[in-house]
């Protein structure tokens, strides 16, 4: 099956500052989210991003789908911010998501 | 627009015994997953349902089911119940498997 892979594992970062996730699968997909994990467990939708960029606010995502991997960026970053993040995809022909094992980003004040 | 429900939020349950987790999808929503989510394995999927059918099952053993209600509302069960069981249980759902999902809050079980 498909494999995703997210980086960097943890990051710790200083309040009003920029970072970059990264997510690199294994093989064609049909659906890509990138979501946030909040401390009381409900997974955030922040992208719906197959392919393209997207903005939203301090957070912007691009996906080359023809290079297999996402990118989700978050700048000013607050400590609300904080909490796992998730990349999930659906490859060519399945019908369910699989998980990365998320980014742990903690902002301190 | 009301978001993904999941009932109850908390749950303990004793080894041996069977739980039934709920789950009301975003009214129009005919799709509905579920995963689960533990410390060791992150989060894997279990099943999905579209139009009370099931389309896809995860690697699971059978002693976990679902099912979906004319209503798109589902249901899961786990019968004789593992400590390795205990786990955050998050549904989620969607118009088509071909768009965005979206998560309910979750139901966390802890097996003694």
């Known amino acids: 099956g498909i494999q995703v892979e997210q980086s960097p594992p943890d990051l710790i970062l200083q309040e009003g500052a920029n970072s970059t996730l990264r997510c690199n699968f294994s093989d064609s997909v049909n659906n890509l989210q990138w979501f946030h994990q909040n401390p009381w467990g409900q997974l955030i939708n922040l992208f719906y991003i197959p392919s393209g960029t997207k903005q939203n606010g301090r957070l912007s995502a691009t996906t080359v789908a023809t290079e297999r991997y996402s990118l989700l960026y978050i700048s000013s970053s607050q400590t609300t911010d904080s909490g796992v993040y998730f990349c999930a995809v659906v490859e060519d022909y399945g019908q369910n998501f699989v998980f990365g094992p998320g980014t742990r980003l903690s902002v301190l004040p | 627009k009301a978001g993904v429900t999941q009932t109850p939020r908390y749950l303990i349950k004793t080894r041996g015994q069977q739980v039934t987790l709920s789950c009301s999808p975003i009214?129009?929503?005919?799709?509905v997953s579920w995963y689960q989510q533990t410390p060791g394995q992150g989060l894997q999927f279990l099943f999905e349902y579209f139009s009370e059918t099931q389309r896809n099952k995860g690697n699971f053993p059978g002693r976990f089911s679902g099912r979906q209600f004319s209503n798109s509302r589902s249901e899961m069960n786990v019968s004789t119940l593992e400590l390795g069981d205990s786990a955050l249980y998050l549904c989620a759902s969607s118009p088509t498997v071909y768009y965005g999902y979206t998560f309910g809050s979750g139901t966390r079980l802890t097996v003694v």
């Open positions: 009214s129009g929503h005919r799709s």
